[in-house]
């Protein structure tokens, strides 16, 4: 499996390693080089955790990235935010003022870029990599583009050299970089394939940052090429969606900007990367929470205009729609305080009721489509870590599973959020090794 970590433009390739054999503060290439190697989720979290300790500066920064990502794989989804809450996010211009509840109404996304997108040949999404929240509307936004015409799905995930992805149906863990191993991520690839869609890997394998967002634009324009009457589906991350130069700096112009340039389609571009919650358990002020605070709602959504339907944008020449993602639990939105906190450890430091870390976000029901599961460590032998994956019947271990949840500590319990069907369950630990498997039900509703 190729690692590829798009914040920093970084590959590692992946053989296997002893997280134990690190005893002195890593280099940067050695810490990238033990990352990849580690054979799996679980050998990845506990390098790390062996190694963060001994690291500052940069490397630290890096280390901490590479948790966030490994968090999100092993469906440690708070904890994710928790070690990497990395906040690209800029504040509206002056010219574009927060809505006002007297005047904006909140309503469904994904209702509302359907209907955006009848009249368009592209739509672009982004997604913060290691903010599995940001991918619950693409996974909406699948079958409503789907039953419009749109025929083909692009994912920045997925790698060339799966060949058989379309046949087999399924993402494994050689199907692209680290992120296709969450299992949100892994249900987009899924769903996708199931609702007849192309799937489309784009990224290029060695680009550089200078000319990666041209060689992503220059394979979407291939689609065109191939099928004059395409319509085009694009999961891509942070700025590539955007229309103007800004974002990815002041020489590089974004994918949707060229595409755009080259094909002669505006494509429509929808981001949700700005108004999302980057500290949860912690306190995060200023734009994003006078927002969530004004327009509280359940589900990802978008304001429209009381006055005309217009769909409010915070940069309309970056991108048409802006997306609010609800905060990960209720009480997450902030008031006063300060917060300090320990990536490894996870300790949260702040003046109000302590965030209960062990609460999976409520938004893993997408709206009630999925349903609690409940886990205890009794699957794992009260060994931990230990990771348990719930599979689709015929699906291997080796396949991004439907949901995950890892144990870090003995005597728990949890759930997985599932839909209605069958499913095998399967505990494994660091080594890969099975600790449990039986097959379960979760019953229609």
């Known amino acids: 499996m190729k690692m590829v970590m798009c914040l920093l433009c970084t590959t590692v390739l992946v053989a296997p390693v002893s997280a134990r054999e690190q005893l002195s503060a890593p280099s940067t290439t050695e810490l990238l080089d033990h990352f990849g190697t580690a054979p799996n989720g679980l050998a990845r979290y506990e390098y790390l955790s062996s190694v963060l300790p001994l690291l500052a500066g940069e490397d630290k920064l890096l280390a ?14 708070n904890e994710a935010m928790m070690a990497f809450p990395f906040d690209n996010r800029v504040a509206p211009p002056r010219s574009t003022p927060l809505p006002q509840s007297d005047q904006w109404q909140a309503v469904d996304a994904a209702d509302v870029i359907a209907k955006l997108a009848a009249n368009r040949r592209i739509v672009m999404v982004n997604e913060a990599h290691h903010d599995a929240h940001t991918r619950e509307l693409t996974l909406a936004l699948l079958p409503r583009l789907r039953e419009l015409g749109y025929q083909y799905f692009a994912v920045e995930a997925l790698s060339a050299k799966d060949v058989d992805l379309m046949r087999r149906g399924y993402a494994t863990e050689s ?66 969606i955007d229309k103007a130069v800004g974002n990815l700096g002041s020489r590089i112009q974004p994918m949707a900007m060229q595409l755009k340039r080259i094909t002669g389609e505006d494509p429509l571009c929808v981001d949700q990367t700005q108004f999302r919650d980057v500290a949860v358990g912690g306190l995060d002020f200023g ?15 978008v304001l429209r205009a ?57 938004w893993l029901a997408l709206g009630g489509a999925r349903d609690r599961y409940p886990i205890n460590t009794d699957l794992c032998d009260n060994q931990v870590p230990c990771a348990i994956d719930a599979h689709y019947p015929n699906e291997p271990d080796n396949a991004t599973p439907a949901d995950r949840y890892t144990f870090l500590h003995r005597r728990s319990h949890n759930v997985l959020y599932l839909f209605p069907g069958h499913y095998r369950l399967r505990a494994w630990d660091a080594t890969g090794k099975t600790l449990h498997q039986q097959d379960i039900e979760v019953p229609p509703r």
């Open 287 to 301: 734009f994003y929470n006078t927002v969530a605070s004004r327009f509280p709602q359940q589900q990802p959504y």
């Open 64 to 77: 901490k990235q590479l948790l966030a990502t490994v968090d999100s794989e092993l469906g440690l989804y």
């Open 306 to 362: 009381k006055s005309d339907g217009q769909i409010w944008s915070s940069d309309p020449r970056q991108h048409d729609v802006t997306v609010v993602l609800p905060p990960a639990a209720e009480r997450d939105l902030d008031v006063n305080g300060l917060m300090r906190s320990d990536a490894l450890h996870r300790e949260v430091i702040l003046p109000r009721t302590p965030f209960d870390l062990d609460q999976r976000p409520s």
């Open 175 to 240: 199907s692209g970089s680290e992120y296709v191993l969450e299992p949100l991520y892994g249900e987009i690839v899924r769903q996708a394939i199931r609702l007849g869609y192309t799937v489309l890997p784009y990224d290029p394998e060695d680009a550089t940052t200078e000319n990666r967002d041209g060689e992503q634009a220059r394979t979407l324009q291939k689609v065109f090429d191939k099928d004059s009457h395409a319509k085009l589906f694009v999961h891509a991350g942070y700025a590539h």
